[in-house]
């Protein structure tokens, strides 16, 4: 599986974005996506994931009520819509991709995670 994250940008505080994760190779069918984030000098942290099957969603707690995944089952695409969007949220964002697994539990883990995109960078300024 081939992913590809796109929409990453600069907005001002308050603003929103929606990333894109494409995924080529194969669909994301029995997949769960996940969204992990990683800003300057700072660990990868999860930020939310949907299991394919079922549609469930998974969000951090930081970030509940500012984050919602949905899909697009005919482009074979994953979004993450981000609102509200603070300076502390810029980081190069990631989508990665995995057989569906122990869910809840493992869906926040990246090292669960087998695929992965090249992230897409984004920038919230004040």
């Known amino acids: 599986v081939q992913l590809q994250a796109s929409g990453g940008g600069s907005v001002q505080a308050g603003g929103s974005l929606r990333l894109s994760c494409a995924a080529s190779?194969?669909?994301?069918?029995?997949?769960?996506v996940g969204w992990f984030r990683q800003a300057p000098g700072k660990e990868r942290e999860f930020v939310a994931a949907i299991r394919w099957g079922s549609s469930s969603n998974l969000y951090a707690d930081s970030l509940k009520g500012r984050v919602t995944t949905s899909r697009d089952d005919a482009k074979n695409t994953v979004y993450l819509q981000m609102n509200s969007l603070k300076p502390e949220d810029t980081a190069v964002y990631y989508c990665?991709?995995?057989?569906?697994?122990?869910?809840?539990?493992?869906?926040?883990?990246?090292?669960?995670?087998?695929?992965w995109g090249q992230g897409t960078l984004v920038t919230v300024s004040s």
């Open positions: 990665a991709a995995r057989v569906e697994g122990a869910w809840p539990s493992s869906a926040t883990m990246a090292s669960r995670y087998r695929y």
């Open positions: 190779g194969r669909t994301f069918s029995s997949y769960v």
